[in-house]
């Protein structure tokens, strides 16, 4: 009994362990936010903030080109990973149900670009833009960053479209649906968990993303958010509290992104199954 009840007990407290190293620097992000100057500065650490304000949050939504960067790192990243999704997605179909000729180098193919450090390309990457007069521009960050996410989203995407029994499709073909129409009404609705996993992936990765828009991207008009939180000394001086406030919001997209796909998720996981 005491054997059991320990390997009841130690799970446990790992769990818990692990859960405050990871949420303790959210949290003190969170809460130097809406600290007062005067409870940031103080040499004793003030864990709840008594008098909680939202000026950092006013003085880092005021700085200057903060909405003109959100609007480049949205229009960056969600059309990124859309086309990644839409590719990954007809990819996924044909290397999970039709055989062909190349098909196994084709995906070892990908996974090799899925290990590749995108790092070590920023040179080559620089010299393509520049070649193309496209410095300064949002296109060629989105078609990169589509190409960064593709092979994980087609890998991932492939074993969900595998694990979905054909019979469904082979039924819904019987019934008088095309491949398209057994693809679009069968599949896919199977597909949410696979399309949540890779979209938060591909929309983490192109928000985050740093070395590309720091080599191509030298116009403050045409940089994205982590390449404006990177230069906070410059942005607040020692305003630690709208660093921390300009922190958060850049962290609230992915978190009510993730809130709403798994919401969403869970629903389409019979859908396709049931005929109605």
């Keep these: 009994m005491k054997r059991s009840a320990l390997g009841r007990i130690w799970p446990s407290a790992t769990a818990v362990v692990l859960f405050v190293v990871f949420a303790f620097p959210v949290y003190w992000m969170l809460s130097t936010a809406f600290k007062p100057t005067s409870d940031i500065v103080t040499e004793d650490p003030v864990w709840f903030p008594a008098s909680p304000t939202l000026e950092h949050f006013r003085t880092a939504l005021e700085a200057e080109n903060f909405w003109t960067l959100v609007g480049n790192s949205l229009t960056v990243t969600v059309t990124a990973v859309g086309l990644s999704l839409v590719i990954a997605l007809l990819a996924s179909f044909a290397l999970a149900r039709m055989r062909f000729k190349g098909r196994r180098g084709f995906i070892l193919t990908?996974?090799?670009?899925?290990?590749?450090?995108?790092?070590?390309?920023?040179?080559?990457?620089?010299?393509?833009?520049?070649?193309?007069?496209?410095?300064?521009s949002l296109v060629p960050l989105t078609l990169f960053y589509m190409v960064m996410v593709l092979p994980f989203t087609v890998l991932t995407l492939r074993g969900f479209v595998a694990a979905v029994p054909k019979e469904l499709e082979e039924a819904a073909m019987v019934d008088g649906c095309t491949r398209p129409q057994a693809?679009?009404?069968?599949?896919?609705?199977?597909?949410?968990?696979?399309?949540?996993?890779?979209?938060?992936?591909?929309?983490?990765?192109?928000?985050?993303?740093?070395?590309?828009?720091?080599?191509?991207?030298?116009?403050?008009?045409?940089?994205?958010?982590?390449?404006?939180?990177?230069?906070?000394?410059t942005a607040f001086g020692d305003d630690w509290g709208a660093t921390m406030a300009a922190a958060s919001l850049f962290a609230l997209p992915i978190l009510l992104l993730f809130l709403f796909l798994q919401r969403k998720a869970v629903g389409g996981l019979t859908s396709g199954a049931v005929k109605g």
Excluded: C, H
Aim: aromatic letters at 14%; charged letters at 15%; proline letters at 6%.
């Design 110 to 136: 990908f996974m090799i670009a899925q290990m590749a450090p995108w790092e070590v390309m920023v040179i080559a990457i620089y010299m393509i833009v520049r070649d193309g007069d496209m410095l300064n």
């Design 183 to 233: 693809f679009i009404k069968v599949i896919f609705p199977l597909l949410a968990p696979g399309l949540m996993a890779t979209s938060l992936f591909g929309f983490i990765t192109a928000w985050n993303e740093f070395p590309l828009v720091l080599i191509l991207n030298k116009d403050a008009e045409a940089q994205t958010l982590p390449l404006w939180l990177s230069k906070f000394q």
